[in-house]
């Protein structure tokens, strides 16, 4: 896989906080932290994607009926043990 060469800007704040996470052996240096950092975010948006897609797919699946807990609650238990 190719890579690009960034320069990023951090306040002093954060940059103390990339040092603090590689001297605690968690990262070997500031590119590897940030890269992580990307691969979490798109994990992320993967899954609020699948979430919208769940949402959108329960929108359109019609009217909605009603709900009765208490005999759904029955049914598994009688189902299920």
Sequence with gaps: MATVRK???VTDQQDHWIKAQIEAGHYT???EYIRDLIRR?????AEL??????L???ESSGTPR????EAFKKRMLSAHG
């Design 56 to 58: 959108r797919e329960g």
């Design 29 to 31: 240096n500031d590119s």
């Design 7 to 9: 320069t990023i800007t």
């Design 66 to 69: 009603s709900f009765d807990p």
């Design 49 to 54: 994607e699948t979430v919208r897609a769940a």
């Design 41 to 45: 975010e798109q994990e992320r948006n």
